[in-house]
């Protein structure tokens, strides 16, 4: 059996989930999710869940992990998989990785270093900071004590701005060192990333959203906000939940709540690219409209092709 392992990603609503589905049943083997989202149970259709038929045919793992108020971290992510991959090989079954998630997929080939938990209260800070001076002014700050964490993110990019400055904050330590002492390419991994035309992946975003809330998603919201631990801040603020909540508060109209989930998805959609541009070695499918499904798991195979 290959000691590599495969990994087939993409943006949110580039068909990954059907496609990866579909090479497992090839190979005869499973699949591990590399989606941040799927690991929450109840949060079914804002997260397109793959469905419970698909489960049963091909086992899946890492989906349904942890309840909506607990909190998961890309480390313990990381060491979930290793377990994973490492039962799976002693019974001698073939996997495949699927999943959209950058910072999965970079620390399932790079690992990671055990970083330390949230500190809510140094985020709220820095949020606040931000609001009131500018990201700008944020970035500034990780630049004095990160420079070289600080040269790779975008001021834009402030959730992991405020996360390299919290890691300082919590160990007294750069972001960028704890990287460099955890190395690189730890696994021998094959990255096949499927890619869509613009026009092509915000139609299927905008017809993925009006699906999601046709089958209920405000409903799936309502459902959780009204447990009795309701949603934690880390799946709160998964894209379709957030939205929802908005709208649930007053906050805005159910229309505006769909177009800003629209908006928010298509943002996040070029983020991921961004990310995927950065791996190494990546594997690039392009994939058209016109295209069938049996066409493009035939393009995705030959990607992995020589790594069996």
């Avoid at 998805?265 to 499918?285: A, E, G, L, P, Y």
Wanted: charged share 30%; proline share 3%.
């Amino acid at each position: 059996m290959s000691k590599t392992t495969w990994i087939l990603t993409g943006t949110t609503a580039s068909d990954k989930t059907d496609i990866g589905f579909h090479i497992a049943q090839e190979i005869d083997g499973e699949i591990i999710s590399a989606d941040s989202m799927l690991i929450y149970r109840g949060m079914d259709i804002g997260t397109a869940k793959p469905t419970l038929e698909m489960r049963k045919k091909i086992p899946h793992h890492l989906i349904d992990i942890v309840d909506p108020w607990e909190s998961y971290s890309v480390g313990k992510y990381v060491e979930d998989v290793e377990n994973v991959i490492g039962a799976l090989r002693k019974k001698m079954r073939k996997c495949i990785i699927v999943g959209g998630t950058p910072l999965y997929i970079k620390g399932i080939r790079d690992g990671i270093f055990r970083s330390p938990e949230a500190d809510w209260k140094i985020r709220e800070e820095l949020e606040r900071c931000a609001n009131e001076r500018g990201n700008l002014y944020v970035h500034g700050i990780l630049e004095k004590i990160d420079p070289i964490t600080a040269k790779k993110l975008h001021p834009n990019n402030l959730r992991r701005i405020i996360r390299a400055i919290e890691v300082y904050k919590r160990t007294g330590k750069q972001m960028s060192y704890l990287q460099e002492l955890s190395g690189k390419e730890k696994r021998n991994c094959t990255i096949v990333c499927i890619t869509r035309e613009r026009e092509d992946r915000y139609r299927r975003i905008h017809k993925r959203v009006d699906t999601m809330f046709n089958k209920g998603l405000v409903d799936e919201v309502q459902s959780l906000l009204d447990s009795p631990n309701g949603i934690g801040r880390q799946a709160g603020q998964a894209l379709g939940y957030r939205e929802v909540i908005q709208y649930l508060n007053g906050e805005c109209t159910l229309d505006e709540a769909k177009d800003l989930l629209k908006l928010h998805t298509r943002r996040f959609s070029k983020r991921q690219m961004t990310w995927f541009r950065s791996f190494s070695n990546i594997k690039w499918v392009e994939v058209k409209e016109e295209d069938n499904q049996e066409l493009i798991l035939e393009k995705v195979i030959l990607a992995f092709q020589g790594d069996t």
